[in-house]
């Protein structure tokens, strides 16, 4: 676990682009996920809810291949079994997903799992204590992606920085101006949906959320 974990907080840190199916027309799905990689994105999460299996596997390799070509962590949203299917390092599980167990369970010792806390240190500890490899925090901001999401407060961060030893992802309304301050409370990384895939120029957008990792180093 040490070893994991260990490498999670070298992995997860700096930008962590999700990727939207409204966003991102299917026809050039992975060329726009590539975009946001040569911005300077150094996670990638493909989150896709549709029934459609062969296309979510086919998008998930293609963009496993941009992410290995670019240095990248692929992060599969929800879907353990895909993630095992095409080997991915790493999955998310919201808190009406698959248990942490079972998920390592069937992944193994080796594959990331990042788990989404809200607004709540307590589920953040369970998580840490159940296995998770990372913790995700938000909405710190209104969001057009989740606007039913619960607002959570800067301070949590900085909660969870001195209570947990695991990376911390800060999402939700995260802009180029607001990101710094997320930073400085305590994110490791800051997860971006529509701040990158809704821009018109998509490269350019994350690198200007990249600038923000460089700026605090």
């Known amino acids: 676990m040490h070893d994991r974990r260990d490498r999670a907080r070298s992995l997860i840190r700096g930008l962590y682009a999700i990727t939207d199916a409204e966003l991102m027309p299917e026809l050039d799905f992975v060329t726009r996920a590539e975009a946001a990689l040569r911005g300077g994105a150094r996670i990638l999460q493909y989150r896709d809810k549709s029934a459609d299996i062969e296309k979510r596997q086919r998008q998930a390799i293609g963009l496993l291949s941009v992410c290995i070509r670019h ?14 299917r095409i080997g991915a390092p790493a999955v998310h599980l919201g808190q009406g997903d698959m248990s942490i167990q079972d998920a390592r369970a069937v992944l193994g010792p080796e594959v990331l799992i990042g788990v989404s806390c809200h607004n709540s240190l307590e589920l953040a500890i369970k998580a840490q204590l159940a296995g998770a490899d990372y913790l995700a ?32 992802v800060a999402i939700g309304g995260v802009t180029p101006e607001n990101g710094g301050f997320l930073l400085r409370a305590g994110a490791d990384a800051l ?4 701040g990158i895939f809704a821009a018109e120029d998509i490269e350019a957008a994350a690198r200007r959320f990249a600038r923000l990792f460089s700026s605090q180093a």
């Not at 992606?145 to 301070?155: D, G, Q, Y």
């Not at 997860?191 to 529509?194: I, K, L, N, T």
């Open 71 to 84: 240095g990248a962590t692929l992060v599969i949203n929800d879907d353990v079994l895909l993630a095992r």
């Open 137 to 168: 925090f938000g909405a710190f901001h209104a969001s057009s992606t989740k606007p039913e999401a619960v607002i959570a407060a800067p301070e949590l961060l900085h909660s969870a920085r001195r209570q947990l030893s695991l990376p911390l």
């Open 191 to 194: 997860a971006v949906v529509s």
